[in-house]
């Protein structure tokens, strides 16, 4: 099994930048990729980034250019850099990671962007 714990979430002006991390329980470089999600209030959750076992990432074509998606060298944590945030990324930001055939959920982590 695998526990994540996200940070780094919080209230931040439009135009801002937060830098949120998701920490594994144990080195994820066994696992085949870990991603990032939101969900906004009255919406479905959506894919934001992931990256692979590999390093190879991809993103939502909405936050391209504006999120990166990276990893510590221990391979223990990623991370989710958001710059020139705008309220519609206000949301609850979740990471996973697929372990096939299982995938491990954190609790998520708040972040409200104001106007």
């Known amino acids: 099994q695998v526990q994540l714990v996200e940070s780094g979430g919080g209230l931040v002006q439009a135009g801002g930048s937060l830098r949120l991390s998701c920490t594994a329980s144990?080195?994820?470089?066994?696992?085949?990729?870990m991603g990032w999600y939101r969900q906004a209030p009255g919406k479905q959750r959506e894919l934001v980034a992931l990256?692979?076992?590999?390093?190879?990432?991809n993103y939502a074509d909405s936050v391209k250019g504006r999120l990166t998606i990276s990893r510590d060298s221990a391979n223990t944590t990623i991370y989710l850099r958001m710059n020139t945030l705008s309220p519609a990324a206000t949301a609850v930001y979740c990471c996973?990671?697929?372990?096939?055939?299982?995938?491990?959920w954190g609790q998520g982590t708040q972040v409200t962007v104001s106007s």
């Open positions: 144990r080195s994820i470089s066994s696992l085949n990729y």
């Open positions: 996973n990671a697929d372990l096939g055939p299982t995938v491990y």
């Open positions: 990256i692979t076992r590999g390093g190879s990432t």
